[in-house]
């Protein structure tokens, strides 16, 4: 708090203390609010539900005066099981905005969305002890959309608060993969000079700093249907030539270390005897880093070309890395700094690790915003029926958010953003 007081007025200690305090508090808020929303099934195929998710989200961001756009999001193209053409659609992004003129700005990111299907059995709340409650999206990621609100609000109560604009970015298919909301996303990352995302944080309250890039692929193999007992040679086995592809495939665990290729679902061929002439499969491949990404985009495509020679079959390949790399770079380093501080001043321990998972923090760094995407509250088994909240985690997620705002705000912090001229000319800074 010190800090705070330092860079800003002296007054600023006084109402940093005033707004941390609001902050404990709105945790009765905090908790109402997320027993309310998770008992609202959002599944990401669950339209409705993400809707009814939406207008919660938005009457609290009208309460905090921003401006509140809905935006339409692409259908997300495909293909099905049998390799035809299909199409995603999903509900609408909210986009919300305050102050879009001022000198320092952030982007603030969650997901509507949950992995429990409107059918899913796991649709309650449950309480396993006086801190922890049980519940779809309790904590992944419901609690860290109550948690950003209180500390957007804590912000709107400081009076420095004109030096920060904030955008903050709703989407409704982030469990998929985020695929109809990615261009949003990258189009959005531009609003700001740093980012923060409001997935959990692990169990123990660590951050990730660094995570693994993702791709998904799908392979659609194409071949000449025969009699088996007849004309065998004349056949093209599709599944035999996508034996190949899947087997070559696995093999880059072993030859590339770090990097991990998963089949996860095959699909094709149907009496026995017959040829096969459609075989599908689709393919997940993560890497450590672009240099590894490249890599193994080569390995896969050469496999390909060979297999479409030494079979005589077509090959398709449809999908992409979605997900670059989450890579370590001076703009996440100042970040990280900043973060630490600002626990630092709130009495939160703040500690990193890498993963292999992604999030949407993957995209707001590939489109150029440095960013810490686990802002949200304490709570684990997440994508399970087990999946809990640690209600205590609430106010410190929400002060040690709302102490980087302030920081932000104050401009005591070096440009996080390197090409940002606002925060690097410096001209607010006391
Ligand atoms: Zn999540």
């Known amino acids: 708090m010190l800090a705070l007081g ?49 207008c919660q989200a938005v009457a609290a961001l009208q309460e905090l005066g921003a401006e509140v756009t809905r935006m339409p999001l692409p259908a997300f193209a495909s293909v099905d099981d ?26 603030l990111a969650i997901h509507l969305d949950t992995v429990f299907a409107a059918d899913d059995p796991f649709q309650d709340l449950s309480e396993l002890d006086e801190n922890t409650l049980r519940g779809p999206g309790v904590a992944d990621a419901k609690g860290g959309l109550a948690v950003m609100l209180a500390a957007l609000a804590a912000l709107e109560r400081m009076p420095q608060k004109d030096q920060l604009g904030w955008t903050v970015v709703l989407n409704p298919d982030e469990e998929i993969g985020s695929p109809c909301s990615a261009p949003l996303l ?23 700093c660094k995570r693994k890039g993702s791709g ?30 899947i087997d070559q495939f696995a093999q880059l665990n072993d030859t590339i270390p770090g990097l ?26 993560r890497v450590a880093d672009r240099v590894q990404q490249e890599e193994a985009m080569e390995r896969l495509e050469a496999c390909l070309e060979a297999v479409r020679r030494s079979c005589e079959v077509e090959i398709a390949l449809q999908g992409g890395f979605q997900s670059p790399p989450k890579e370590m770079d001076a703009a ?59 209600l ?23 440009a996080i953003r390197e090409a940002s001229a606002p925060l690097a000319a410096g001209g607010d800074q006391p």
Request: hydrophobic share 45%; glycine share 14%; charged share 25%.
């Open 332 to 390: 996440m380093e100042r970040l990280m700094g900043e973060v630490e501080h600002a626990g630092r001043e709130v009495g939160v321990a703040v500690g990193w690790q890498e993963s292999g998972g992604v999030s949407d923090g993957n995209k707001l760094a590939a489109a150029g915003l440095a960013n810490v995407d686990t802002m949200g509250p304490r709570g684990g088994e997440i994508h399970s029926d087990r999946e809990y909240l640690r």
């Open 260 to 285: 991990i290729a998963n089949t996860g679902f095959v699909s094709g061929g149907g009496a026995v005897n017959v040829v096969p002439a459609f075989a599908l499969a689709r393919l997940n491949l």
């Open 6 to 54: 330092r860079a800003g007025a002296g007054e600023a200690v006084g109402d940093f203390d005033a707004a941390m305090q609001w902050i404990e508090g709105q945790e009765a808020r905090m908790q109402r609010r997320i027993r309310r929303w998770a008992t609202i099934n959002s599944g990401s195929s669950h339209r409705a539900g993400i809707e009814a998710m939406a």
């Open 392 to 414: 205590d985690s609430l106010v410190p997620r929400a002060q040690l958010c709302a102490a980087i705002l302030a920081r932000a705000a104050l401009g005591a912090s070096p």
């Open 216 to 245: 998904n692929f799908t392979v659609v193999v194409r071949g000449r249907a025969a009699h088996v007992g007849r004309e065998f040679d004349r056949g093209r086995s599709a599944i035999h030539a996508l034996g190949r592809v």
């Open 82 to 107: 049998r390799g035809e053409p299909s199409s995603f659609e999903t509900a609408d992004a909210i986009v919300a905005r305050v102050r879009p003129g001022a000198p320092r700005r952030v982007v």
């Open 186 to 208: 990258a189009e959005t990352a531009n609003e700001g000079d740093f980012g923060l995302v409001f997935e959990p944080c692990l169990p123990d309250g660590t951050l990730i």
